[in-house]
């Protein structure tokens, strides 16, 4: 799962597979003019989104697009690379090992390693794989990706690797589609140069047994040592870093503004070599000021505001380009493989909990949500609907009978009549609650008689339509007695304050929700289940639970789970925007640039320049 940035996060994948093509923002235009020369592919990082960690085992803090799919994965290739052009399908020839063979009642799998090189010439083998599985072991908590009681570690019973084989044993029958697509697809060879403690201070987290306990030991040790290094951007070009290259780009530089400088790994095995030798990724702090290198063509992949566009579009077809620029770039917008929320805090800590923990209340919040009206209006048709955790355009193989109805349709007059009918009078514009207790007609648990009916959003800085959207939304909860305020942040401040549970939020938008990669199944057991790695409102539901565990334990759709997700808010549901190569606002192409796979952003919001050239 990952953050998406409007803004984009990562999830995972299972059952029905083959339906869905599954199985079988820093200163304008710092780092320089765009396509100066046919070597050099200029890319537009999202607003105040630049890349700020480089090793691929990474808590939720720093698990955004801007620093796996336009940065690590650049560099640092997962043992199975899913997406290509439009489909988000498995690439068995992009990826680093033969599709896994499951036996024993789906209880063993086997992963046979294809024998490519890392760029110091070390072979990805095994134990490469084992480094990382290793280190899951020791510290899963540590990784985004962890879900308790799910997948891998936790139904691991043993693992192994030899030569170029590794096998891994779980304590139940696993779904193959479900470990393949949610925790196989998460799996990032590391080289031996990694497994260090200090300079020159080797260490035996890669070659030692699983879940032993000196392995253990040792891999803590690695990893807070590498964990350090990797807050240090000055060290991300370094021998040691680049040692473990194992895709198509090394890093040639990178600055503190998060400008990066990729240049061709001529010693990439997989089968599509880099046709240019430079790609620069420029940083930008606003969208405004990214559209004025667009205006200068110091952009070659690049983005608009939806504000600039005209009202002709479509989530599949672009209306007309921005004017100033339509005689240089060809628009392109594609359908997000993501859920667009903004999460609520249900944390004891937060003293908006209280309020929030009330399912009217909820009710309230979303029929006050006009995602219609600001699809059209303030992004310009380029949208959908949200009214559950499935992506827009999630096949019906795998979304089963899931209702398509929305539960809780804007209606601003039936959610002013939730919150009376339960015992809150407006006083002056802010409702106050005027009949506590835990009855039909009363306030709900919690809530003491004189309270303010209020609520806290921090929403990240510097995107124009976010902006409206977040101007559009607090509007109309006043209109219905509730009391907003707003914290602006950068995104990078939004993220660090909501995944660290700080108290200062109980509605946190961090800008387009969540993207489902590299655990591409929308089960949900990342998001809402008690313990996920990605739960950061810490929402609790023995319903939902339950129909995830259908899901990825069984054979179930996500029907069951999508129904209970949109009767029960677990979040926000907030209009979910096209993508582009960034996940900010609409794509932009110079004319100039050719591409093997088409310019359509992929659904993963995979960034694979090697496929594009001016020739």
Not at 106 to 121: E, H, L, P, R, S
Not at 326 to 344: F, R
Request: hydrophobic residues 35%.
């Amino acid at each position: 799962m990952q953050l998406r940035t409007k803004l984009r996060l990562l999830v995972a994948v299972g059952t029905a597979a083959g339906s869905l093509g599954l199985i079988v923002p820093s200163l304008a235009g710092s780092a320089g003019a765009a396509s100066s020369t046919s070597n050099t592919i200029t890319f537009a990082e999202g607003p105040g989104a630049s890349p700020n960690y480089i090793f691929p085992y990474m808590s939720c803090t720093y698990f955004s697009v801007d620093n796996t799919q336009a940065f690590q994965y650049e560099m640092f290739r997962p043992v199975y690379w899913f997406g290509l052009g439009t489909t988000t399908v498995v690439q068995p020839q992009l990826s680093l090992a033969a599709m896994p063979v499951l036996t024993k009642g789906n209880k063993t799998v086997t992963i046979n390693m294809k024998g490519w090189k890392f760029a110091d010439g070390q072979t990805i083998n095994a134990e490469s794989v084992m480094f990382f599985l290793n280190m899951y072991k020791a510290d899963p908590t540590s990784y985004c990706g962890y879900n308790k009681g799910y997948g891998i570690p936790d139904q691991v019973v043993s693992a192994s690797g030899k030569g170029n084989t590794v096998t891994i044993n779980f304590s139940s029958s696993v779904n193959p589609n479900w470990i393949l697509y949610n925790y196989l697809s998460e799996l990032t060879p590391m080289p031996n140069s990694w497994d260090i403690t200090a300079p020159g201070k080797t260490s035996t987290c890669a070659s030692g047994a699983y879940g032993a306990a000196s392995t253990d030991t040792a891999c803590k040790a690695v990893e807070k040592y590498l964990d350090a290094q990797s807050s240090k951007i000055s060290t991300y070009s370094d021998t040691m870093w680049q040692s473990g290259v194992s895709g198509p780009w090394k890093l040639d530089s990178i600055d503190d503004l998060g400008n990066v400088t990729l240049q061709a790994n001529n010693a990439y095995s997989g089968p599509q070599k880099a046709q240019v030798k430079y790609v620069k990724e420029l940083a930008y702090t606003t969208a405004t000021a990214e559209q004025e290198a667009l205006r200068a063509g110091d952009d070659d992949l690049g983005y608009v505001d939806n504000s600039v566009l005209t009202a002709d579009g479509t989530p599949n077809k672009p209306g007309a380009n921005w004017s100033a620029i339509a005689s240089n770039y060809n628009l392109v917008v594609g359908a997000p493989w993501s859920v667009d929320y903004a999460a609520y805090n249900f944390n004891a800590k937060s003293p908006q909990a209280v309020f929030l923990d009330q399912l009217y209340i909820r009710q309230a919040i979303q029929m006050t949500v006009d995602q219609k009206a600001m699809i059209q209006k303030i992004y310009k048709g380029y949208g959908y609907v949200q009214i559950n955790p499935l992506p827009p355009v999630t096949p019906k193989a795998i979304a089963g009978d899931a209702s398509t109805t929305n539960p809780y349709p804007y209606n601003p007059t039936k959610a002013k009549q939730l919150l009376t009918s339960h015992g809150w009078v407006d006083t002056g514009g802010v409702d106050v609650c005027k009949k506590p207790g835990t009855g039909a007609t009363e306030c709900g648990p919690g809530i003491k008689a004189g309270a303010k009916l209020a609520v806290t959003l921090e929403f990240g800085s510097g995107v124009p339509v976010l902006l409206l959207q977040v101007n559009t939304e607090v509007s109309e909860w006043k209109t219905i007695g509730i009391d907003a305020t707003t914290l602006p942040e950068p995104f990078d401040s939004v993220v660090s304050d909501c995944v660290g549970n700080s108290a200062n939020w109980s509605i946190c938008l961090w800008g387009a929700g969540w993207i489902y990669s590299p655990d591409y199944y929308p089960s949900g057991e990342s998001l809402f289940v008690p313990g996920a790695s990605f739960n950061i409102g810490a929402f609790s539901n023995a319903t939902l639970t339950a129909a995830v565990k259908t899901t990825t334990f069984g054979t179930a759709t996500l029907a069951d789970f999508a129904n209970d997700a949109a009767k029960d808010l677990p979040d926000l549901y907030q209009p979910n925007t096209t993508n582009n190569f960034s996940g900010s606002g609409i794509g932009e192409v110079i004319k100039t640039l050719k591409s093997k796979i088409g310019f359509t952003p992929n659904p993963l919001e995979n960034f694979m320049p090697e496929y594009y050239s001016f020739k």
